[in-house]
């Protein structure tokens, strides 16, 4: 198989997609999963610099003040962050099921001129 043949046959597969009955670059619940995955990732990644920020800070005290201090407001913010996130991740949820009863209704409505006379 040459370069062509093989650019070719990749061309003519992204193609083919659009024909598909199930079409998973079109279709909206898998965009909404894949949003929302993304969104966790981003989420998972930025606690873990934060973890990482307190534990360099909590490293740093010098006394116990200091160190209680830094864990309460690591706990603080690691909570609002996870209020935040699970909000984030009920409007997308909700949205989407919204979306859904939506379509489905709007495909089951009858027209005024699809009875026969």
């Known amino acids: 198989m040459t370069k062509d043949t093989k650019a070719q046959s990749s061309t003519d597969f992204i193609g083919m997609l659009g024909n598909m009955p199930f079409n998973p670059t079109n279709d909206p619940q898998l965009k909404v999963w894949s949003d929302l995955g993304a969104d966790m990732m981003k989420f998972a990644a930025s606690r873990i610099q934060q973890d990482?920020?307190?534990?360099k800070s909590m490293l740093a005290c010098?006394?116990?003040e200091d160190l209680q201090k830094v864990q309460a407001e690591f706990f603080s913010e690691a909570v609002k962050g996870y209020n935040a996130q699970i909000q984030r991740v009920v409007e997308v949820m909700s949205g989407a099921g919204k979306a859904q009863a939506g379509a489905v209704v709007s495909s089951t409505?009858?027209?005024?001129?699809?009875?026969p006379l």
């Open 109 to 115: 409505k009858r027209g005024y001129d699809d009875v």
């Open 62 to 64: 010098k006394s116990l």
């Open 52 to 55: 990482l920020e307190a534990q």
